[in-house]
């Protein structure tokens, strides 16, 4: 008699229950991969993702080989028209710490999911030194929609 009551009173009360208004902007990074570019500005010398990879590790390992740090973003974000992607690195400079951050004002699609390119390259990147920590986060004007962080952010 009681599990009727609940079968029959549950989906009432689902129903019932207030709930919270969608919100009309939303966005999401699901991934962002910082990578190092090399003196001819290629973060890899083939479209095999182990040969990127591999390559990732060369440049890794020989910082002479550099010319900047580029983050591929994967990102998603519906009901605004035009978004701000936000890339903040904290890095050292010998035992100096030191800070950078990327901008790029994209368009965002209603449902789609894109990838997008930021690039700290140049004077900019010999300055920085090495990345430690990062933060991507997508902006509608002043309202921060979404952020992913590195482990040490």
């Not at 040969?51 to 590790?57: K, M, S, T, V």
Request: aromatic share 10%.
């Amino acid at each position: 008699m009681i599990v009727r009551l609940l079968k029959l009173f549950f989906p009432l009360l689902l129903i019932a229950l207030p709930t919270a208004p969608a919100s009309a902007q939303s966005a999401k990074v699901f991934k962002a991969l910082p990578q190092y570019l090399d003196l001819q500005g290629r973060h890899t010398l083939s479209p095999s993702l182990f040969e990127r990879d591999a390559y990732q590790a060369l440049l890794r390992k020989n910082p002479s080989q550099r010319s900047g740090l580029r983050f591929a973003i994967h990102w998603k974000a519906s009901g605004a028209k035009e978004v701000k992607l936000r890339v903040e690195m904290r890095g050292a400079l010998g035992k100096e710490p030191t800070k950078a951050m990327v901008e790029k004002t994209v368009t965002a699609g209603r449902t789609s999911r894109k990838w997008t390119d930021a690039a700290l390259t140049g004077d900019d990147y010999k300055k920085f030194g090495e990345l430690l920590a990062w933060r991507v986060t997508v902006w509608d004007g002043a309202t921060q929609l979404a952020e992913q962080t590195s482990f040490l952010w």
